[in-house]
């Protein structure tokens, strides 16, 4: 089965500090994509960032930036400078170049103490 | 750009009643357009996802269907509904050279 892990339900960091929060898969295919998804308390779901598998680089968008391992399937993502506003949930997930369907993982709902 | 409305934000329906929810893609044609289900806290279920105009398909056997009468409409219904049937579904268009779902504001559903 092609999954997604993410092992930790749930993260605290201190404002301005730096949060990893970990990601695993398991696929047989050599190309896809991963991503991580934020779901902040109105719910709406909003791409952070994206890693192509193919690419050894890894991904970074402002304070975020990923640790992409494709020989040990692990797709973590760091947030830098924590703020108040990354409070949220999660979600990591994995999808073939030409396929249908997005595998999520169940997400890590994350906490930033003031 | 692409926009993907749904609607209503917000519904309270009680055990028995139909229920029909509606999500529209502006700015695209011929997406792959999904329907997720997230319980309190919870991760996303796959529901039905639709590659064309009448082409459903269902990941989970349910109380739900779902139908896609036109190329940028994806309508999620019920004939009647069943407490487990609350959630919050989100309705998404796959596209972008990646392949990354982008996701509407959501309909938070009761059932009481």
């Known amino acids: 089965a092609q999954t997604v892990t993410q092992s930790q339900p749930e993260m605290s960091v201190q404002e301005a500090e730096t949060v990893t929060l970990s990601c695993t898969y398991d696929?047989?295919?050599?190309?896809?994509?991963l991503f991580w998804y934020k779901q902040p308390p109105s719910r709406q779901m909003i791409l952070v960032i994206r890693q192509e598998a193919y690419k050894q680089q890894n991904a970074t968008e402002n304070r975020f930036s990923v640790n992409f391992q494709k020989a040990a399937k692990s797709f973590s993502l760091k947030i830098s400078d924590s703020q108040l506003g990354d409070a949220a949930m999660y979600f990591c997930a994995r999808v073939g170049t030409g396929g249908f369907k997005t595998i999520f993982g169940a997400g890590t709902r994350l906490f930033v103490k003031a | 750009s692409q926009t993907i409305h749904q609607w209503p934000a917000t519904l309270v329906q009680p055990v028995g009643s139909p229920l029909s929810l509606e999500c529209t893609v502006e700015g695209t044609s011929n997406p792959n357009l999904y329907w997720y289900r997230q319980a309190a806290g919870r991760g996303l279920q796959l529901l039905f996802y639709s590659v064309g105009i009448g082409q459903i398909s269902s990941e989970v056997p349910q109380n739900l269907s779902a139908s896609r009468p036109q190329d940028r409409q994806f309508i999620l219904s019920s004939k009647k509904l069943l407490l487990s049937d609350s959630g919050f579904y989100l309705c998404?268009?796959?596209?972008?050279?990646?392949?990354?779902?982008?996701f509407g504001p959501g309909t938070r559903l009761t059932v009481l």
């Open positions: 998404a268009w796959k596209g972008g050279a990646y392949n990354e779902q982008f």
């Open positions: 696929t047989s295919e050599s190309d896809y994509y």
